[in-house]
């Protein structure tokens, strides 16, 4: 019951990101190919500071800030996904205090290695680069952000590949939980699946979910579908859009060319004196 529950847990999780993009909210209206290159732009420039860059990071929380309050996104449902992938990012990184130890931060109470500024600046990136897509998946949708690729020439291949794997992922857990169903059901008293039931239970799931893909293809092709993604309507972009890009890519190469955080301290402490 426990694998069950989690199987609809997850069933849950995914759907609500397609919930999340039916809202009608500023930044659920500004075009998806705008939206996408954005995002973009923000990956590419987020990954671009040095290993030892960490104070020039900071501003770039902005945009997922401010993304999240315009779209209305709940944030813990976010943050509960972003945990999923911080041990993956906590592993890349976490060796680099021991082989990096040249001193880059030194105070009278405390001297900072090089390696934990890197291993943080790589926290702060790959937070910021999985917060980033998270949003764009909750303020566009799977499918909008498909033809949005389309329209910068992205591989048809890949963009179905992608789509189709987002949208019948869910498939594959309700096959996955019918089995254990049925074999729960012929096991009673049984917490776990027995060790000897492992191979002929894969073989099951295997041919089942053989046979439901087969069953969802001729669907697909039964509704006219003849390899060629059709994401139909697409609305044109607009002069907000524009503007809206313009702006997120000026403050981005501000961001990336002056460390704005060591600007407003000199700038303060000026003041100040």
């Known amino acids: ?18 919930e999340l993009a039916e809202k009608r909210t ?10 996408v290159l954005t995002t973009c732009v923000y990956l590419t420039v987020t990954v671009s500071f040095d290993k030892y860059e960490l104070s020039g990071l900071l501003p770039l929380i902005f945009y997922p800030v401010v993304m999240i309050t315009l779209a209305e996104i709940p944030m813990i449902p976010i943050l509960k996904r972003m945990l999923v992938v911080i041990p993956l990012i906590i592993g890349i990184g976490i060796f680099n205090p021991l082989f990096d130890h040249k001193p880059m931060v030194v105070l009278p109470w405390i001297q900072i290695s090089g390696g934990w500024i890197s291993f943080f600046s790589i926290m702060f990136k790959g937070g910021f680069t999985i917060l980033a897509a998270l949003i764009l998946i909750a303020t ?9 690729l389309r329209m910068i020439r992205v591989p048809r291949l890949f963009v179905l590949q992608l789509l189709l794997t987002y949208r019948y992922i869910s498939v594959l857990m309700e096959e996955a939980g019918r089995t254990w169903n049925a074999y729960m059901l012929r096991a ?9 039931a492992w191979g002929p239970l894969a073989g099951q799931m295997l041919m089942r979910t053989y046979d439901r893909a087969q069953r969802v293809y001729q669907a697909m092709g039964l509704r006219g579908f003849n390899g060629e993604y059709n994401p139909g309507d697409v609305k044109k972009v607009t002069v907000k ?13 501000v961001s990336r060319y002056f460390n704005l955080p060591a600007l407003i301290g000199e700038v303060v402490t000026g003041v100040m004196k």
């Open 241 to 253: 859009d524009i503007l809206y890009f313009t702006c997120w890519a000026a403050f981005f190469a």
């Open 1 to 18: 019951m426990i694998v069950m529950s989690n199987i609809i847990k997850s069933l849950y999780n995914i759907r609500m990101l397609d």
């Open 140 to 148: 566009t949708g799977m499918t909008r952000i498909a033809s949005a």
């Open 26 to 35: 500023f930044i659920h209206n500004i075009h998806p190919l705008i939206k």
């Open 188 to 196: 009673p008293g049984q917490k776990s699946v027995n060790p000897k």
